[in-house]
């Protein structure tokens, strides 16, 4: 049983550059969030997909932030023009359909802007 | 608005007591509630949920939990803790009725079971 995975899962960048992040859910599942984690705090929401459509999105995705599920299986997170205050880990999570509640999460991309 | 509380940054308990992990919500409606647990360089690792029923679920390793609407509460127990059970320990909620998907997860109590 593969769970969820993503790539990389360290990521150092410079204030300004471009960096994109990739997850893979668990194969059967067709949904797919992106949550945020600072240290010392609990993750939070960004965004979410059910099979290609983004149907929900945080407040907290700003317009340097977009993510895409172009085929209902893999989906990428990308931030332009990172800031310091993007440093943090990046969770990626995935569910089964309507019946299932529960998310399972992928190990997180932590991203730290120098 | 969907928030948790875990009103403790960190619960010690010596190796072989009960535990207990405090966990309080609020949402619009009823509430879908879920812990998961945080070890080291790990992703979040579902323990168990609550979605109706049996106000007491089981989960796993041993965990267990109690659902409390009047306290609007979701405790973590467990009856006798291991050393291996330290770790972080989150809480989340999801409203039923929101058509929200997104879950909503109070800041965590590290748990530390001492030998």
Not at chain 1, 2 to 30: A, L, M, W
Not at chain 2, 86 to 103: E, N
Request: charge should be positive.
């Amino acid at each position: 049983d593969t769970g969820v995975s993503q790539d990389p899962r360290h990521k150092i960048t410079k204030r300004g550059q471009n960096v994109t992040f990739r997850c893979d859910p668990i194969s059967e599942h067709n949904r797919l969030y992106w949550y945020r984690q600072t240290l010392g705090q609990g993750p939070e929401f960004l965004t979410y997909f059910q099979n290609e459509a983004q149907l929900e999105k945080s407040r907290l995705l700003s317009d340097r932030f977009s993510a895409e599920r172009p085929k209902g299986s893999f989906s990428t997170l990308e931030i332009q023009r990172t800031e310091q205050g993007d440093s943090a880990m990046y969770l990626c999570a995935s569910s089964l359909g309507a019946a299932s509640y529960e998310q399972y999460f992928g190990p997180g991309t932590r991203l730290t802007v120098t | 608005a969907q928030s948790v509380a875990q009103p403790e940054d960190q619960v010690n308990v010596a190796e072989g007591n009960p535990l207990t992990v405090k966990c309080t919500y609020s949402v619009s409606g009823n509430p879908y509630l879920f812990w998961y647990v945080q070890y080291p360089n790990r992703g979040l690792q579902f323990l168990l949920k609550y979605i109706t029923g049996d106000n007491l679920v089981k989960g796993s390793y041993g965990f267990e939990a109690e659902f409390n609407k009047s306290q609007t509460s979701f405790h973590l127990k467990k009856p006798s803790a291991l050393v291996s059970d330290s770790a972080l320990y989150f809480c989340a909620v999801r409203g039923m009725d929101t058509g929200r998907r997104a879950l909503t997860f109070g800041s965590g109590t590290r748990l530390q079971v001492q030998p």
